[in-house]
């Protein structure tokens, strides 16, 4: 495993080029996320370079990806707005198809708005066995995760089958109390965009 938590900037390009080619998925998933952490602070701009070889092992170790990795793969890659290339793509959606039993409201919530950031649509099987699980798992959102799939869906104009919606508006209504005003307003406008009309009990 690729402890990257302490890291400096030089010692993150040192070390990861040198255990490129030993990095398993947890360590590609770590790297990356270390290094939008520092793009995203201003400490370090897009390395093409490295961020190319992390997508390259991503594709190797694709079988080995956990939900956590592929969610934190995927965001940080649309949070240093580095696109990946189509066979990246496809390696990360197959393996959250087929681990998508194993994925947290909170890393659904992550995948998709990753995928709508980077204005990815995903094929329709990683769309039904997401909000499968977001169904499963409805009772587990927080408010905030709540919002980001109905967000992330309005923006690839995606209408999500009724029975998410149900589940995502009947936990909307059990944690009413939890939601900022601001979260309140992106739901209903979310909802408008979709064109479903809520229920009252829902919000």
Not at 72 to 101: C, F, N
Not at 106 to 114: D, F, M, N, P, T
Not at 188 to 201: E, F, N, R, V, Y
């Amino acid at each position: 495993m690729l402890y990257t938590e302490f890291l400096t900037l030089e010692q993150l390009h040192v070390l990861t080029r040198a255990m490129m080619q030993e990095m398993g998925a947890r360590g590609v998933a770590n790297v990356a996320h270390k290094m939008a952490m520092l793009h995203g602070s201003g400490r370090m701009g897009v390395d093409d370079e490295l961020a190319a070889a992390l997508q390259a092992r991503a594709r190797e170790t694709a079988g080995d990806f956990a939900p956590q990795s592929v969610a934190m793969l995927m965001w940080a890659l649309a949070e240093m707005r580095i696109r990946p290339d189509a066979g990246l793509v496809e390696a990360m959606q197959e393996r959250a198809r087929e681990t998508a039993g194993d994925f947290t409201p909170q890393e659904v919530s992550i995948l998709k708005k990753a995928l709508a950031d980077m204005d990815i649509m995903p094929d329709a099987s990683l769309v039904e066995a997401m909000q499968g699980r977001a169904r499963e798992t409805a009772g587990d959102f927080k408010p905030q995760e709540v919002l980001i799939p109905k967000k992330a869906l309005a923006k690839m104009d995606i209408m999500p089958d009724a029975s998410p919606v149900e589940a995502m508006q009947g936990r909307a209504g059990e944690t009413a109390v939890d939601f900022k005003p601001q979260e309140v307003s992106m739901l209903t406008w979310t909802l408008k965009k979709m064109g479903i009309k809520p229920d009252a009990w829902g919000l």
